[in-house]
């Protein structure tokens, strides 16, 4: 039970800078399932934060919450430190928050380029889509994140391997200066190479200087990738880890079995005197 | 345990882009389409030129010039409407109404220019008029889908009941109105002279020729490569002679004689229509719905607006095409609107290659889709068969050419394309 080096609790921040993104308290109910109880989550430019959890630990509500499709009962969300309030996928997208879903969220039938510009497509006064733009930029997005791996831009969704797919909807999301990028599961239908192929695009989103925030169940593939690792279970926050001083088997109990660091109605727990 | 965590994959490197690839010939392409099943226009235009062919031995007035107009124009009616099945069908919904709306259409059309009522209004009015009102009845059609969630087949479906009993009750007590505007006439019966219809053929090749060549510019500029410029100019050729072959064979006709208006108003959606569908954002989001309505959605396209406009359009064009087959008429009758009307429509759209499961189509599939029916309707006809041969005949194509399609596709998919 005792905290052990890695264990970093509460808002202790293991990095100098503010987070882009802080959430402070969140709750959030569906009738009388307590889907979320008083969770505290952040991350920072330049971090990959992983996201871990069981199944019905809360990880996709919390997401929810950042993008707009759920609004949590109480609770803060703070973006750059300030508090902003986001009511919709749009809200989320304006402040510089992208996400790339599970099932891609991509159109088989539109190709590499239509895909990256659905929803804000450049058009002239004439309403004519810039479709060189649109391709010229394309290309160097795909470039400056070494997608080397798809043969033409033209050709349809449909045709390309999970992998690339999965670049393509990251290299989708942060086409638009997004400062912040949320992965949820983008390896859970992948093979060994392709995974790989998708790591090492997310190592270098936060290289280049954005937050990423993983939602996975690969423990592997977090520890491959993630700087710092939040575990939630049943809802709650049940510590921040950081990669470098923890090991697969903490995190494990964590999900398992970690205790709360707060528990709604109690202030402060025994974890928060360990440390 | 921990400690035996490789944090570090095995070393599999990321597969490099083959480059080589861009540089394939345009030969080596249409051979890999033709392996793969991606067939584009082939087969229909060659099934086209077999029916052509077949009739000609067949009946001896099918090969005419005055044939040839005529053909024009009994198509126009049923191509408009195809062209808004199209956008329905790349959405995966389906509109039944289409063909009872039409003849709504020609029922307000004649009635808005009733010499002697008290609603007579000029004829380009009263086409507004009820080219207006099928589209504002499409989109509450399409709001219902969109905004509640009945499926399109259903709101449709009744639609089709609704409309034809207005018909039905309308045209009980007045029987037949007759259309005596010429402006409403002339969509159908209009004839250019041989000046004209020579000028119409160059300003359609030259807006091609000069909208492909503005494209290729922007390509330049942008540093984007041209994909298939052999294509390009055997495209801009291949427009060329259809219009200036078109106008040759009508100028030819003696009885009607010159290119018929109802051909240069086909002409005139065509282009539009794929103005719309290819080259603005809308026609994008309508592809994107069509193929996955939540993605499409995610990427903050409004997946209703999009619906409601498409139901839009494909009411607006029943209407257009209601108003082209009254005018050939000269008047609506009880029979306005029924018949095959509907489904030939949808079967134009199919045949021209569209997917019934959305995401996959093009508006130029309606022309040539409705160009196949029209003649083999025309030329069994002609050649003197009865009713039942023709809609035999035409289930047959109908069957064969979405077998085709979905061999093609399953093809396409075996080569992993």
Redesign the interface.
Known sequence: MGASSGFVVGNATPVSETPILQLRGISKSFGSVQALTDVDFEVRLGEVMALVGDNGAGKSTLIKCVAGIHSPDSGQILFDGKPVHIHS??DA?RLGIE?V?Q????????DVV?NMY????E?DWL???K???M??RTAETLKSL?V?????I???V??LSGGQRQSVAVAKAVQWNSKLVILDEPTAALG??Q???V??LVKRLADQGLAVVLISHNL?DV??VATSITVLRLGRDVGVYEREKT????VVQAITAGIPTKVSGIPETTPELAS | ???E?D????G?G?????DA??EAGLWRRAYDNLRSGNLGVLPIVIGLALIVVFFSYKATNFFTADNFNNIIVQMAGLTMLAFGVVFVLLLGEIDLSIGYLSGIAALAVAEFQLAGSSHQYPGLVAIAIAVGLCAFIGGVQGSIVAKVGVPSFVVTLAGLLIWQGVILQVLEVKGVIVIQDAWINDTANHYFTARVGWIIAAVVTGVYALGTLG?VV??R????AI?RPLLVVAKVVGVAVATFGTVAVSNHANVPNGLPLAGVLVVIFLIVLTFLAK????G??V??V???A???R????NVARIRIIVFMISGGMAGVGGVILAARLNSVDLNVGGGTLLLDAISAAVIGGTSLFG??GEVRSALLGALVIATVSNGLNTAGYKTGTIYIVTGVILLLAVTLDTIARRLQARS??
Do not use: W
């Open positions: 996928p749009k997208a996400f879903y099932d891609l969220a991509l159109c088989d039938n539109l239509q659905l929803g804000r497509e058009r309403f004519r889509l479709e060189p733009l391709e010229q070494s080397t791996t798809i043969r033409s033209r050709q349809p449909a045709s060994v190479a995974t790989r192929q790591l090492e592997h520890f491959e090991t697969q088997q903490e | 345990m921990s400690s965590v944090v570090t994959a095995p599999i990321l597969p490099e882009g083959d690839e861009a494209s922007s390509n500029r942008a540093g984007v994909r080259r603005t954002p809308f994008r989001h592809y994107a069509g193929g996955n939540e993605a499409a995610r990427a903050g396209i995401g996959r992993g394309r």
